[in-house]
Nanobody, 126 residues
């Protein structure tokens, strides 16, 4: 199983980035997908998640209204559109896959995710 993130980089405050996570080696449509992030000196935290069906999504409070998670099951890819970026969004962003028997289920608990990508750096700075 491989999860490969891309799309990170350096952006000014107020800017946008779109992260992608391409999955291989698993039945992608059987997994809820999540994005997490880890800033220097801090623990990994939940950012957003999406159910297998893409009907249900969830976000941490600090990104609601700014970030949007989506998925394309035909392309085995999950996305994170990040708008109105703030310096406090600076972190390494990881995507993760959680096997789910429920098509409309997702979780924000890292321990329920079986597979993780290597991460992509997002830096928000002027």
């Amino acid at each position: 199983v491989q999860l490969v993130e891309s799309g990170g980089g350096l952006v000014q405050p107020g800017g946008s980035l779109r992260l992608s996570c391409a999955a291989s080696g698993l039945a992608f449509s059987s997994y809820a997908m999540g994005w997490f992030r880890q800033a220097p000196g801090k623990e990994r935290e939940f950012v957003a998640a999406i159910s297998r069906s893409a009907i249900k999504t969830g976000y941490t409070d600090s990104v609601k209204g700014r970030f949007t998670i989506s998925r394309d099951n035909a392309k085995n890819t999950v996305y994170l559109q990040m708008n109105s970026l703030k310096p406090e969004d600076t972190a390494v962003y990881y995507c993760a896959a959680s096997y789910s028997s429920g098509r409309d289920y997702y979780t924000g608990a890292p321990r329920q995710y079986e597979y993780w990508g290597q991460g992509t750096q997002v830096t928000v700075s002027s």
